[in-house]
């Protein structure tokens, strides 16, 4: 479903995309259309799309096609999901060590637009880390 979500595909797209707004959180997917994880990211965001409407505006941007950003967010994994909000990096706090980004397959919805809800009223607040409404660490995994 990616091709349905907007793609930025320069460098001055992304830093625009982040600079001009100004009452919502920018969630950017970092990673290639054909990768099967960011193809299952991507489904869910197409779905919570409409219900973020109001408070969430997504954006994909390709790795390949768009490098300038490779080292300076450390985006070496497949996919990752990255929040904005008021041109700062929101960080947000899933327990995993790793406070910048998501970078797995979210592939439950809600769980997602908890997650987005949960920066963007952080955010709203001034805060820079926000802690997410789950534990993603691996302690409850049996």
Wanted: net charge negative; charged share 25%; proline share 4%.
């Amino acid at each position: 479903m990616s091709y349905m979500l907007p793609h930025l595909t320069n460098g001055w797209q992304v830093d625009q995309a982040i600079l001009s707004e100004e009452d919502k959180v920018v969630v950017i997917r970092f990673g290639h259309d054909w990768d099967p994880e960011c193809m299952r990211t991507d489904e869910t965001l197409f779905h919570i799309a409409e219900k973020t409407k109001n408070f969430c505006s997504i954006y994909l941007v390709d790795i390949s096609q768009v490098p300038d950003f490779n080292q300076m967010y450390e985006l070496y994994d497949p996919c990752t999901l990255m929040f904005f909000y008021r041109n700062k990096h929101i960080m947000i706090d899933l327990g995993t060590g790793n406070n910048n980004k998501i970078n797995w397959a979210m592939e439950d919805g809600q769980e997602l637009i908890d997650v987005i809800e949960v920066v963007y009223r952080g955010a709203r607040k001034g805060r820079g880390l926000v802690i997410a409404p789950k534990d993603y660490s691996t302690k409850y995994r049996y």
